[in-house]
């Protein structure tokens, strides 16, 4: 050959889209390859192939299997001078690696795409069993079904079928499968055969007539016993011969298996029976079964067997599937298991994963399947089990929008034939996109993309997925829009009755008041009613994820009301991509923190980007003590007088408050891009510290207010406010009240009457202020932990402090005290006045028996009498066994007796003292886990508490949405309250089984 004849070829190769032109040259230069050479058609022909260097190769391969040179002519002739085999045979081996693989074996199986019939180029269920009906054996079975696939596969990359035709076509294929294989089992087996009838019923995309080219065939074996037979040797007879059928498809020979066949869906699972009767289905689908087993059951189909059983089956279970969504938490069962199966995805798959992605293939059949099982109650032309016919069916009866219908209909088809494409290559179940650039080549150059296959099949790609996620929540929810607002052209207008059924299945309890919101929010043709139609059918989605979407949707509608006016409140919900979620969230956890935003609707501004003070990037994220009271201090300063001072600083603390609310119910919900919070404690010190610095900032405020308008800038006294209880431990939760000390000491040359009368006048205002009626919440305060408690002065001198606590001091105060810090008002006052209290706190070498014993018996006779009268002990968080009473007070004891030795207990904080503990020996690693489980859990519990029902509370509320709105909080789904209270009893439990051992115990 001259070097320009090759240099010709080599040009004319690259030409026509051969990556290796050097290899394929070689291959040509073979003499028996001439006519390909010389054949610019055949050539051409190569080239207009998926992968024309594995089209070739597959080529020489199959010519090389002819068994003689007739043949091998016979061959050439055919591929020369007949287009249609010359399309199909190199378009199958420029795709399939795989069945290139089956040609090479089974040489004379190509003349099965030489054909010119009707039946033969749009073959059905009958020609397929013919096709396998010579099988006598399953490996026999193997090499028919591969013939038959070939022809499929041929069709499908010729584009002589759509996508839709394709699967049908496999799923027939599969059917026929199934028919040979039983009748296989039956041959080999006649007395079971006599025993019982046995009917197989395809699940999954078989039974829905859209099967792929490599999947699990999902079944469900039903049977009955024949007469004369027992029902337990019938459904033996039949366990055998379903066994049998799966091994025949399954198991691996020389020619490879078919396809596993699974049978999980079952009732039971994998746990329960291979074969039931007809009557012990019903009653476990009547009885026991799952959501998502009626979901599955939406593509039930008779397919071998027994066909009147068959047909009995699911005549029978039909009216169960349609009355799945009348079932409690329907919609959020459905949408539960759509997350879930997004979160087993290994991250490193996500971006690559076509069907359980987001924006993948599951997206939109769980879309079609959710709206099926809704309407298909009363409308039934939409139960077809085939995702493409119920997605037409939906468009054609107003449930789903035209033009969203058609936009679904082709990212479906492309993404699924992607799906056919990938699998096709070497016959392989796989749902991944391959991430090498030559597997990319071959699948862009087989969906057509032929300029620059791989750029071009990503932009399709993402194109399509970003449609179906965009597409996704709006399927369901925006039509709900569109029945009380103005249509756009192609939009579905639901009848009243629809769009009722739907939020009932959302969850909605009162869904003629939702419409009533949804028409008062996006009727008309303002610009604002127009955002709203395009936030609403989102925020409902997120609304029904709550324990009460009603509640949510009523304050959603309030908040509008009150911002409709202002230009950046939509804005800011249709442009920051969190803020709305962040505030569908917030306005359907419960009463507090919508309670704080209608005060001032404003604040909604802190869901975004901004924090709320005119200053960009504060979001959420709680603010610290020092900013916080700078702004309050800057707030008195330029007050008229006290009232205005302390009516500034309830304000911020209102307004902080409902940050810190937010922040919290963002993080223990998650959100679409940001997961739950995973770390329980990390939650409680946030609220804790928040809510702890809040108060210390307001009462400085007001401190600053009351002292500038009552005495000028000086008092006439030394003031300190110290914090006790969870106010000291950095640990309030919203309900709180803030326990404190007061303590005073005169200036230099005043009288201390005179100081004293004007240290109590300040407390006496700050508290008269601090709770009078208002808009903001008020923030009481409680000095009931003072020496002598209610018959004591209120406001005590150091000194005084110091002699009581010398003469008088009881175990108790002493304990109390562990808790006593600083909080505002003069810092060294306050240092000198814990300097004074540490000897007490943490005595010299600890506590004496007498003193242990006291407090022992102070325990026991707080928890006799002081659980409120009818309180189930078991879910007090406070003062039920394994409760905050009892962690607390086993690490005080702990405080007492070792924080004079050991300054890591010398601590206002619960944790920190429980972590020292245990790295002092007092507690072991798990003792320490335990209590610190235990205590996280309850305060948890208090705070959801006081979210949910606007008020403290230490028990789980009775009332249902409210109790399962606590569930939510703590990341329990729908109807699983029940497994938050067995939770939280078990962790009390176990908590209380450390503390009789630890506090009670004779443990030093």
């Given amino acids: 050959m001259t070097p320009g004849r090759r240099s010709s070829t080599f040009t004319r190769l690259l030409r026509h889209g051969f990556t290796d032109p050097s290899a394929a040259e070689r291959l040509l230069d073979g003499p028996e390859l001439t006519p390909v050479r010389n054949d610019p058609v055949l050539l051409e022909a190569l080239g207009a192939t998926a992968d024309p260097d594995l089209a070739l190769h597959g080529l020489v391969r199959l010519l090389e299997a002819q068994p003689t040179p007739t043949d091998h002519r016979e061959l050439l002739d055919t591929l020369i001078a007949a287009k249609p085999l010359r399309d199909r045979l190199l378009g199958v081996l420029g795709a399939s690696a795989a069945l290139a693989d089956h040609l090479a074996r089974h040489p004379a199986d190509w003349q099965a795409l030489v054909t010119y019939e009707p039946q033969d180029l749009h073959p059905g269920l009958a020609e397929f069993e013919r096709g396998l009906a010579e099988a006598a054996d399953p490996v026999s079975l193997r090499v028919a079904y591969r013939r038959c696939l070939l022809s499929i596969a041929a069709r499908d990359v010729c584009g002589t079928t759509d996508l839709a035709e394709t699967a049908a076509e496999l799923a027939d294929l599969a059917t026929a499968t199934l028919r040979t294989a039983l009748a296989m089992a039956q041959a080999h087996a006649p007395e079971d055969t006599a025993a019982c009838r046995l009917a197989v019923i395809a699940m999954g995309k078989c039974g829905g007539h859209e099967l792929n080219y490599v999947s699990d065939v999902d079944v469900i074996f039903v049977a009955e016993a024949t007469e004369g037979t027992t029902e337990a040797k019938a459904l033996t007879a039949a366990t055998r011969l379903a066994s049998h059928l799966m091994r025949i498809c399954s198991e691996t020979t020389v020619e490879g298996s078919i396809w596993p066949v699974d049978a999980n869906l079952r009732p039971e699972g994998r746990n329960g029976p291979l074969v039931r009767t ?10 026991w079964a799952k959501t998502w087993e009626f979901q599955a059951l939406l593509k039930a189909r008779p397919v071998a067997g027994d066909a009147d059983l068959g047909q009995a089956y699911v005549d029978a279970l039909q009216p169960l599937v349609w009355q799945a969504a009348d079932r409690e938490n329907f919609v959020a069962d459905v949408q539960k298991m759509r997350r879930r199966v997004v979160e087993n995805i290994p991250a490193s798959e996500v971006e690559r994963e076509l069907k359980l992605g987001p924006g993948g293939l599951r997206d939109v ?24 016919d119920a997605l037409q069916a939906l468009a054609a009866g107003g449930y789903v929008g035209r033009e969203d219908a058609a936009r679904l209909d082709e990212a479906y088809r492309f993404l699924r034939t992607m799906e056919h494409r990938i699998q096709l290559y070497r016959l392989r179940r796989t749902h991944l996109v391959p991430a090498a650039e030559e597997d990319q080549r071959r699948l862009g150059r087989s969906l057509g993309l032929r300029t620059d296959p791989v750029a071009e099949l990503n932009r399709e790609w993402k194109r399509h997925t970003g449609v179906v996620r965009r597409l996704h929540e709006k399927l369901f929810y925006r039509p709900l829009l569109d029945a009380v607002a103005q249509l756009a052209p192609g939009e579905a207008r639901l009848s009243p009755e629809a769009a009722r059924e739907r939020l009932v299945a959302l969850g909605y309890a009162d869904p003629a008041a939702a419409l009533r919101h949804l028409e008062a929010l996006a009727s008309g043709v303002t610009r604002k009613a127009a955002i709203q139609r395009t936030l609403l059918p989102v925020l409902l989605g997120w609304f029904a994820d709550s324990a009460d979407p009603d509640a949510g949707l009523l304050n959603f509608r309030k908040v509008s009301d009150a911002l409709g006016k202002t230009p950046w409140y939509l804005r800011l919900l249709r442009d920051e991509g969190a803020a709305a979620e962040n505030l569908a969230r917030v306005l359907s956890a419960g009463r507090l923190a919508p309670d704080l935003l209608m005060r001032a609707p404003e604040a909604v501004a802190l869901l975004g980007d ?47 408050l409902f940050r810190t609310a937010a922040a919290d119910i963002v993080g223990s919900y998650g959100t679409e891009t940001n997961p739950a919070e995973a770390d329980q404690g990390a939650l409680v010190d946030r609220v804790g510290a928040a809510v702890s610095d809040l108060t210390a900032a307001t009462l400085a ?21 110290i914090g006790m209880g969870r106010f000291g431990g950095h640990e309030l939760g919203y309900g709180s009240d803030a326990d404190v000390l007061f303590v005073h000491e005169p200036q230099d040359g005043v009288d201390e009457h005179e100081a004293a009368a004007a240290a109590n006048k300040v407390v006496a205002e700050m508290r008269r202020l601090l709770q009078l009626p208002s808009s903001d919440p008020p923030l009481l305060i409680d000095a009931d932990l003072r020496p002598e408690g209610k018959s004591g002065p209120l406001v005590r001198t150091l000194k005084a402090y110091e002699a009581y606590y010398r003469r008088w001091s009881l175990v ?52 006799s009498e002081r659980l409120p009268r009818g309180a189930d002990p078991k879910l007090h968080t406070k003062l039920g066994p394994g409760g905050l009473s009892d962690v607390e007070w086993t690490v005080q004891l702990l405080q007492l007796r070792h924080g004079w030795e050991l300054p890591g207990l ?40 006081m979210l949910v029902r606007g008020r403290a509370g230490d028990t789980f509320p009775t009332e249902p949405r409210e109790l399962a709105a606590v569930g939510r909080y703590l990341g329990y789904g729908a109807g699983h309250a029940g497994d938050m209270l067995d939770a939280y009893r078990r962790t009390a439990r176990r908590a209380r089984t450390v503390v009789e051992d630890v506090f009670y115990g004779d443990s030093p």
Avoid at 281 to 287: A, C, D, F, S, T
Avoid at 366 to 384: I, K
Avoid at 701 to 721: E, M, N, P, Q
């Fill in 365 to 388: 059949e769980f879309a079609v399947q959710l709206l099926q099982l809704v309407h298909g109650r009363t409308d039934q032309t939409l139960r077809s089990g085939t995702t493409l």
């Fill in 701 to 721: 405020g007001t401190l600053r207010a009351v002292v500038r308008d009552g005495w000028g800038d000086t008092l006439s006294t030394r003031f300190a406010i």
């Fill in 278 to 287: 007809l009557s012990s289905h019903l009653v476990y689908y009547q009885r």
């Fill in 812 to 863: 108790w105060e002493s304990q109390a005290l562990l808790r006593a810090e600083q909080v505002a008002g003069d810092e060294d006052l306050g240092r000198r006045f814990t300097d004074l209290i540490d000897p007490l706190r943490y005595p010299a070498h600890g506590l004496g028996e007498d003193a242990v014993r006291e407090i022992r018996r102070l325990k026991a006779r707080m928890e």
């Fill in 610 to 656: 901004g924090d709320g003070t005119g200053t960009r990037g504060g979001g959420l994220e709680p603010r610290e003590r020092t900013p916080l009271e700078q702004e309050i201090l800057a707030a008195v300063g330029r007050a008229e007088n006290a009232g205005q001072g302390v009516t500034a600083a309830r304000g911020v603390r209102r307004r902080e």
């Fill in 906 to 945: 010398r601590t206002t904080r619960t944790r920190e003292a429980l972590a020292a503990a245990r790295e002092a020996g007092l507690l072991s690693a798990e003792e320490a886990e335990t209590l610190d489980e235990a205590w996280v859990l309850a305060t948890r519990v208090r705070n959801a508490v």
